[in-house]
């Protein structure tokens, strides 16, 4: 079946522009996350969703940071007036809600500010 | 706060050696550890997961140890293939943080033949 989907591949924005990433979990898979991997560096987690609530947003590093997940599926997170230092690898994984699950990655969106 | 060390310095290693990456953590033993490999500019893929009450899991040519005492876990490949150059980077779940993993920054092995 289909795996974890990412959009866009790739961003390039100017700095001060608001940027959108989206993710698309696997089908059934309730549990959603999101994480940030700088180049040559570890994934750094954002935040996590279960359904479409967030009991887990301790990674966000600013309130510029925010996201959404509707009807358990689609993702989106938003980065408003992004900063330089915002350019990395943004991943999405999702897992079945229970257990010791293993997350199933998307391809990631690699974000450039300039 | 929790810390995950794996070594930073690339591992080179001849085809058909067994290969050993090195996993410490400090603080708290997790419930459970993953290990993921990730190829460039791709997502982390699952490879193995070991329980606190599991010493060894087996797959295939990969080997898992988790050593709660010395608070380390060791990934090994045996016989290894050029196919397995990649990172490889270790999860630990600690209790209390639903299902969020954190991830070690990785090692980055190369299969020379």
């Known amino acids: 079946g289909a795996g974890v989907s990412q959009s866009p591949s790739n961003k390039v924005t100017e700095k001060g522009k608001d940027v959108e990433l989206r993710c698309d979990p696997i089908?059934?898979?309730?549990?959603l996350y999101w994480y940030r991997q700088r180049l040559g560096q570890g994934l750094e987690f954002l935040i996590y969703?279960?359904?479409?609530?967030?009991?887990?947003k301790s990674g966000l590093p600013s309130d510029r940071f925010s996201a959404e997940r509707t009807g358990e599926s689609v993702s989106t997170l938003t980065i408003q007036r992004t900063q330089q230092e915002d350019s990395a690898v943004y991943l999405c994984?999702?897992?079945?809600?229970?257990?010791?699950?293993?997350?199933?990655f998307g391809p990631g969106t690699r974000l450039t500010v300039t | 706060s929790q810390k995950i060390e794996q070594n930073s310095e690339a591992l080179n290693i001849q085809e058909g050696k067994t290969a050993t990456l090195t996993c410490n953590y400090t603080?708290?033993?997790?419930?459970?550890l993953q290990w993921y490999r990730q190829d460039p500019g791709r997502g982390p893929v699952f490879l193995l997961l070991?329980?606190?009450?599991?010493k060894e899991k087996r797959k295939e040519r990969l080997k898992v140890t988790f050593d709660t005492t010395l608070k380390q876990s060791l990934f090994h490949i045996t016989a290894s293939q050029p196919a397995d150059s990649a990172t490889y980077l270790c999860?630990?779940?600690?209790?209390?943080?639903?299902?969020?993993?954190?991830f070690g920054a990785g090692t980055r092995l190369a299969v020379h033949p």
């Open positions: 994984a999702s897992s079945l809600p229970r257990g010791k699950n293993e997350q199933y």
């Open positions: 089908s059934g898979h309730t549990a």
């Open positions: 969703f279960q359904g479409n609530s967030a009991p887990d």
């Open positions: 603080n708290y033993s997790p419930a459970y």
């Open positions: 070991i329980r606190e009450n599991e």
């Open positions: 999860a630990p779940r600690f209790s209390g943080g639903y299902n969020k993993l954190i």
